[in-house]
């Protein structure tokens, strides 16, 4: 198989290509109780290892970015909010796939890189709910944060917000007519990733 930067499938093989991979059929007879593997025997059962552990080599944005959906701005005064927000530390705007969002990097204070899962309440009643039934295979932050040839993502600190109130377009009552895309604003963003 093949995968896009999102981990989708990208390349199904038909079963024609595969079918001599296959082992020879055995006509067993079923047992009388259906038995099922444990959950973690499936897990073991997937053999694509970047997609078996899409956070081995992560820097577990999960734990440390916290992001708000926002609407794209549409008036003036929406900038003028962004930046009032990103002139606390380490809270930026950022863009994807015309997704704007408020983003934070913090880090949670469970979260120890050098412990097991590198989470030290993993496997505790006092980790989140969030945590415990979040889909690392379907992540959303990988989508959001890590940028691939096809969808940039734009970072932007306080001083870019200027540059992009400059960038848009207004009518006389202060409303965006023109608003730049990700791909115009990625260069604002290139050298200072969350810096
Ligand atoms: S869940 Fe997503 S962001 Fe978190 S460590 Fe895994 S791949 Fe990275
Ligand atoms: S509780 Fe654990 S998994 Fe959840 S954000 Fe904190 S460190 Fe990460």
Redesign the pocket.
């Known amino acids: 198989m093949q995968f896009d930067d999102d981990r989708n499938i990208a390349n199904l093989p038909d079963i024609s290509e595969i079918f001599h991979l296959l082992p020879p059929y055995q006509n067993k007879s079923l047992p009388n109780k259906a038995t099922f593997p444990e959950q973690k025997d499936i897990e073991h059962n997937l053999t694509i290892e970047r997609v078996r552990q899409?956070?081995s080599n992560?820097?577990?944005?999960?734990?440390n970015?916290l992001y708000f959906e926002m609407e794209p701005p549409h008036h003036i005064s929406n900038l003028d909010y962004f930046r009032f927000c990103t002139g606390y530390p380490n809270v930026f705007v950022t863009l994807h796939e015309e997704q704007w969002y408020v983003t934070i990097k913090s880090t949670c204070k469970n979260y120890d890189p050098s412990s097991e899962f590198?989470c030290k309440v993993f496997g505790k009643d006092e980790r989140p709910i969030h945590c415990s039934m979040?889909?690392?295979m379907k992540?959303?932050?990988?989508k959001r944060?890590v940028s691939s040839a096809t969808s940039p993502n734009v970072v932007l600190q306080n001083k870019h917000i200027a540059t992009l109130e400059k960038m848009c377009i207004y009518d006389s009552l202060g409303n965006i007519t023109y608003l730049p895309d990700a791909y115009s604003l990625q260069s604002l963003s290139q050298q200072n990733e969350y810096s």
Do not use: A, K, W
């Open positions: 899409p956070c992560c820097e577990s944005y999960c734990c970015t590198r979040y889909d690392e992540c959303e932050y990988i944060f």
